[in-house]
């Protein structure tokens, strides 16, 4: 989605629905983690996963859609 920032710059922002859906997406992928051949790397996945759903709700709240 478009959004216009605090200095008035247009710019592009996750919709802040699809944010949360992509941060339970990646807490699911923690409780699958032991299934994996590799459960680090798995959490390690799940975990950045996370962190990048995160940023991109907070982009969002900070240009006012969420």
């Given at each position: ?34 299934r ?31």
């Amino acid at each position: 989605m478009q959004a216009v920032d605090a200095l008035g710059i247009l710019g592009y922002v996750v919709d802040p629905a699809r944010a949360v859906e992509a941060l339970g997406e990646a807490l699911d992928g923690l409780g699958s983690a032991d299934r994996c051949p590799n459960p680090d790397y798995a959490v390690g996945g799940a975990f950045r996963d996370a962190l990048d759903a995160f940023a991109d709700y907070v982009d969002a709240y900070r240009v006012g859609a969420a």
